[in-house]
T-cell receptor, first 116, second 113 residues
Framework: GAGVSQSPSNKVTEKGKDVELRCDPI?????LYWYRQSLGQGLEFLIY????????KSGLPSDRFSAERTGGSVSTLTIQRTQQEDSAVYLC??????????????FGPGTRLTVT | AQSVSQHNHHVILSEAASLELGCNYS??????LFWYVQYPGQHLQLLLK??????LVKGIKGFEAEFIKSKFSFNLRKPSVQWSDTAEYFC???????????FGKGTKLSVKP
């Protein structure tokens, strides 16, 4: 079946502009995660959605970052007033929760964000 | 705060050499442990995972890892590497069965043909 998809695959933006990154999880996966991968920092957790529960936003680096998940499926990560240090690959993952699940996280290909 | 340490930043091996990549974590409670691999130009894929039971877990492509609770370690091993194993390897920890992963900074493996 289809895996996690993300769009766009690449995004170049000017410092100070807002960007939106999209994630389509695997159908039926109730948990969705955003991470970012940058040189020197490795893979950092950003935010986690689980079903209808309030999201775990503990990894968001500043209030310029926000995310929403509509209808329990597609998620959008928004970065306002982008800064050069926001340049990274933003990864989305999803997992199926519940009895019989291994809770394995499946990762998408990522969106490479470059802030100039 | 929880952390995951991968001891080697870059490992260079010749084909058929044995591989061991170190991973240590700092959390003392129940953890789930993972190794992910990222081949050049590809997305992260799960190599293997440990939740409970036999501390020696086997994954795909001949990889295995051993969970040593007393050492807070989960080292990745492969007896004989191939050129196709050239990739970046990430160790990750999750507290309990749900929630986010905490990743190490990764180890880049280069295998010379």
């Amino acid at each position: 079946g289809a895996g996690v998809s993300q769009s766009p695959s690449n995004k170049v933006t000017e410092k100070g502009k807002d960007v939106e990154l999209r994630c389509d999880p695997i159908s039926g996966h109730t948990a969705l995660y955003w991470y970012r991968q940058s040189l020197g920092q490795g893979l950092e957790f950003l935010i986690y959605f689980q079903g209808n529960s309030a999201p775990d936003k503990s990894g968001l680096p500043s209030d310029r970052f926000s995310a929403e998940r509509t209808g329990g499926s597609v998620s959008t990560l928004t970065i306002q007033r982008t800064q050069q240090e926001d340049s990274a690959v933003y990864l989305c993952a999803s997992s199926r929760l519940g009895a019989g699940s291994s809770y394995e996280q499946y990762f998408g290909p990522g969106t490479r964000l470059t802030v100039t | 705060a929880q952390s995951v340490s991968q001891h080697n930043h870059h490992v260079i091996l010749s084909e058929a050499a044995s591989l061991e990549l170190g991973c240590n974590y700092s959390y003392g409670g129940t953890v789930n442990l993972f190794w992910y691999v990222q081949y050049p130009g590809q997305h992260l894929q799960l190599l293997l995972k440990y939740f409970s039971g036999d501390p020696l877990v086997k994954g795909i492509k001949g990889f295995e890892a051993e969970f040593i609770k007393s050492k807070f370690s989960f080292n990745l091993r492969k007896p004989s590497v191939q050129w196709s194993d050239t990739a970046e390897y990430f160790c990750a920890v999750r507290r309990g069965s749900q929630g986010n992963l905490i990743f190490g900074k990764g180890t880049k493996l280069s295998v010379k043909p």
